[in-house]
């Protein structure tokens, strides 16, 4: 059974700090990238921050100099280390894995809230 369970989420004061965990398992090929998504209220899901092949990081602009991405293979973890966090930041985010047959695994969201 294919499980991407994701924990860390929470409420923080803008300039606050959460590290998120996914935790894989059950999927017995490699991946292609594994990072994470957000959906904030009413808007679609877009990307933040993944690893792509060779292990190159990659992020969305709004978050680069403040969010970190880091992977433990033995674990089959990856986290999302998120610093000086702000409002617009809220949002259910969700661990995605792309699998090497191309198979699109996500988890079921941690629900990330800042306030100013």
């Known amino acids: 059974q294919v499980q991407l369970v994701e924990s860390g989420g929470g409420s923080v004061q803008a300039g606050g700090s959460l590290t998120l965990s996914c935790r894989v398992s059950g999927i017995s090929e490699s991946d292609i990238s594994m990072g994470w998504y957000r959906q904030a209220p009413g808007k679609e899901r877009d990307f933040v921050a993944n690893f792509a092949r060779a292990g190159y990081k990659n992020y969305r602009d709004a978050v680069k100099g403040r969010f970190t991405i880091s992977r433990d293979n033995a674990k089959n973890t990856v986290y999302l280390q998120m610093n000086d966090l702000k409002p617009e930041d809220t949002g259910v985010y969700f661990c995605?894995?792309?699998?090497?047959?191309?198979?699109?695994?996500w988890g079921q969201g941690t629900q990330v809230t800042v306030s100013s």
């Open positions: 995605n894995f792309y699998s090497q047959s191309q198979r699109d695994y």
